[in-house]
Nanobody
Framework: VQLQASGGGVVQTGGSLRLSCTASSGTFSSYAIGWFRQAPGKEREYVAS????????NYIDSVRGRFTISRTNAQKMVYLQMNSLTPEDTGVYYC??????????????????WGQGTLVTVSS
């Protein structure tokens, strides 16, 4: 499956952005989709994931309650709604596809397909 992330931009602290991840080929509904981010000078970090039918979502503690991941398989889209953004949320955000189970979704090595990143910059 080919994935493409979009929706990044510059926003002030406390603002919101919605990232989109679009699949252009492949059986999109077969894959769980995860979002990762990489801040300047830091390693890539798992942010959130959603299972194949949208029935199960998972978040890291620092974004839980502020970010919401959702998907519509009919349109081959996954969204990451990000609210109450802080400068610590700044980074390049990537979406990725996996068939691994929930326990493995925080590990980037378990993802087979990656979209190009979209840059999110939160100014203070």
């Amino acid at each position: 499956v080919q994935l493409q992330a979009s929706g990044g931009g510059v926003v002030q602290t406390g603002g919101s952005l919605r990232l989109s991840c679009t699949a252009s080929s492949g059986t999109f509904s077969s894959y769980a989709i995860g979002w990762f981010r990489q801040a300047p000078g830091k390693e890539r970090e798992y942010v959130a994931s959603i299972n194949w039918n949208g029935g199960s979502a998972n978040y890291i503690d620092s974004v839980r309650g502020r970010f919401t991941i959702s998907r519509t398989n009919a349109q081959k889209m996954v969204y990451l709604q990000m609210n109450s953004l802080t400068p610590e949320d700044t980074g390049v955000y990537y979406c990725a596809g996996t068939r691994t189970v929930l326990s493995g979704r925080s590990n980037a090595n378990n993802y087979n397909y990656w979209g190009q990143g979209t840059l999110v910059t939160v100014s203070s």
